[in-house]
């Protein structure tokens, strides 16, 4: 049964051009061809680069953000109650103020002392902004050093320049090590990125992101099978060349450099928006579907391959509106805002009698002679930027 399921996984038809056989990519000669068998692995290797993540975090990256002035603001826990914390993890985190009415009846509460309660619940589930600041960190690390190691194998490539030299001689093209073990570095990443998810900080686009990491890990894992690395380098390379952009502004933005992180935002967005928008579906997505095809017949491979970098584009779409959102905040406040994707600190006041009070509540904590400061300006700006990771290839 398994046999007969892997032979026809194998059929050369799903994966090579008309008139190719796997034959033709055997080792000989002192030449090496890329082999499906080669990616296995990175299933180690993924779970070295958690172990690897949850160092760097330790050990680098909060020390870091100590030193670069993050602060995690104070939270007050809200009162163990069965009934509210019933309601909330089966109904909803935000009810309704006539169901909010009902539970301050049950519970014997003033409907002001529910909504609190509501709002410190709503807090705790939030992660703290050094947890923030490592998460960026680490990916800032890795897309910058992605980035810098794919220019430096590619720079020489003739490919690079020209894409349509992807295909010459394709599928019999070599396999050179540097660029192994940079796809292998890829695959490896992603599937890492898959195995903590649970745990990363969660956001509205949550769906998009894990679509964009199984369409990512397909994408790698296809193409190597398929001897299509030069394509998939410049895919990867396309997309790190705008990563490790957002990620260091965010890690500004949550040490409080409100104006560097607002002039890298902007940087990153054009980058994003020539990269993604203009080079890869003018680019990439061009010679995918008509030079792949100048010397060959489409094949099941072609129609794959193409569907899941047209997957991709629409993510770019999709986040690139995400991206002129924030834009706007910039235009019309002045200032970067929060990321339209996450989920501010919410005070422990309503916003009433914020408003009401002025000066006396600021960020949830009273004001006054004696009272405990608030971090500031650096705690405010700290939710300019995007919270959140943009995801890419």
């Given at each position: 049964?398994?046999?007969?399921?892997m032979?026809w996984?194998?059929?050369e038809?799903?994966?090579?051009?008309?008139?190719?056989?796997?034959?033709?990519?055997?080792d000989r000669?002192?030449?090496?061809?890329?082999?499906?068998?080669?990616?296995?692995?990175?299933?180690?290797?993924?779970?070295?680069l958690?172990?690897?993540r949850?160092?760097?975090?330790?050990f680098?990256?909060?020390?870091?953000?100590?030193?670069?002035?993050?602060?995690?603001?104070?939270?007050?826990?809200?009162?163990p109650n069965?009934t509210?914390?019933?309601?909330?993890?089966?109904?909803g985190?935000?009810?309704t103020e006539?169901?909010?009415?009902?539970?301050?009846?049950?519970c014997g509460?003033t409907?002001?002392?529910?909504?609190?309660?509501?709002?410190?619940?709503?807090?705790?589930e939030?992660?703290?902004?050094?947890?923030?600041?490592?998460?960026?960190s680490?990916?800032?690390?890795y897309?910058?050093?992605?980035?810098?190691?794919?220019i430096?194998?590619l720079?020489h490539?003739?490919w690079?320049w020209?894409?349509?030299?992807?295909?010459?001689?394709h599928p019999?093209q070599?396999?050179q090590?540097?660029?192994?073990?940079?796809?292998?570095l890829e695959?490896?990443?992603?599937i890492?990125?898959?195995i903590?998810?649970p745990?990363?900080?969660?956001?509205?686009d949550?769906?998009?992101?894990?679509?964009h990491?199984?369409?990512?890990?397909?994408?790698?894992?296809?193409?190597?099978?398929?001897n299509?690395?030069?394509?998939g380098?410049l895919?990867?390379?396309?997309h790190?060349?705008?990563?490790?952009?957002?990620?260091?502004g965010?890690?500004?933005?949550?040490a409080?450099?409100?104006?560097a992180?607002?002039?890298?935002?902007f940087v990153?967005?054009s980058?994003?928006?020539?990269?993604?928008?203009i080079?890869?579906?003018?680019k990439?997505?061009?010679?995918t579907?008509f030079?792949?095809?100048?010397n060959?017949?489409?094949?099941?491979?072609?129609?794959?391959?193409?569907?899941?970098?047209?997957?991709l584009q629409m993510?770019?779409?999709?986040w690139?509106?995400?991206i002129?959102?924030?834009?706007?905040?910039?235009?019309?406040k002045?200032q970067l805002?929060?990321?339209?994707?996450?989920?501010e600190?919410e005070?422990?006041?309503?916003d009433?009698?914020?408003?009401?009070k002025?000066?006396?509540?600021?960020?949830?904590v009273?004001q006054?002679p004696g009272?405990?400061p608030?971090?500031?300006?650096?705690s405010r700006a700290?939710?300019?930027?995007a919270n959140?990771?943009?995801?890419?290839?």
């Amino acid at each position: 049964m398994l046999s007969s399921l892997m032979e026809w996984l194998w059929q050369e038809r799903l994966w090579l051009p008309p008139n190719n056989t796997w034959a033709q990519l055997e080792d000989r000669d002192g030449l090496v061809f890329a082999h499906p068998r080669h990616m296995l692995a990175a299933l180690p290797l993924a779970l070295v680069l958690v172990a690897v993540r949850l160092t760097f975090e330790r050990f680098v990256a909060l020390p870091l953000s100590r030193w670069m002035g993050v602060r995690d603001q104070i939270r007050r826990h809200a009162n163990p109650n069965a009934t509210l914390e019933k309601y909330f993890l089966r109904t909803g985190r935000r009810p309704t103020e006539t169901q909010m009415a009902l539970l301050a009846a049950q519970c014997g509460l003033t409907l002001r002392q529910t909504q609190c309660w509501f709002r410190r619940r709503r807090n705790q589930e939030r992660p703290r902004l050094s947890k923030k600041f490592c998460e960026a960190s680490w990916k800032f690390v890795y897309y910058l050093c992605s980035f810098t190691g794919g220019i430096s194998i590619l720079y020489h490539a003739s490919w690079m320049w020209n894409e349509k030299k992807c295909w010459e001689n394709h599928p019999n093209q070599t396999l050179q090590p540097e660029l192994y073990w940079w796809y292998l570095l890829e695959l490896s990443f992603y599937i890492s990125l898959l195995i903590t998810l649970p745990f990363d900080i969660k956001r509205k686009d949550f769906k998009e992101q894990v679509i964009h990491h199984f369409v990512t890990i397909t994408l790698i894992s296809f193409s190597y099978c398929s001897n299509l690395l030069r394509i998939g380098t410049l895919v990867l390379l396309l997309h790190n060349s705008a990563d490790y952009l957002l990620e260091v502004g965010k890690m500004l933005s949550y040490a409080g450099f409100g104006s560097a992180c607002t002039a890298l935002f902007f940087v990153f967005s054009s980058v994003f928006f020539y990269t993604r928008l203009i080079i890869f579906p003018t680019k990439i997505l061009y010679t995918t579907l008509f030079d792949s095809v100048e010397n060959s017949s489409p094949f099941f491979g072609y129609y794959f391959f193409n569907t899941l970098l047209i997957m991709l584009q629409m993510l770019h779409v999709y986040w690139f509106c995400l991206i002129l959102r924030m834009i706007y905040n910039v235009l019309r406040k002045g200032q970067l805002g929060k990321d339209v994707r996450s989920d501010e600190e919410e005070s422990d006041y309503s916003d009433d009698e914020v408003a009401r009070k002025g000066p006396q509540l600021k960020n949830g904590v009273t004001q006054g002679p004696g009272a405990i400061p608030s971090n500031g300006p650096r705690s405010r700006a700290a939710g300019r930027l995007a919270n959140g990771h943009i995801p890419t290839t």
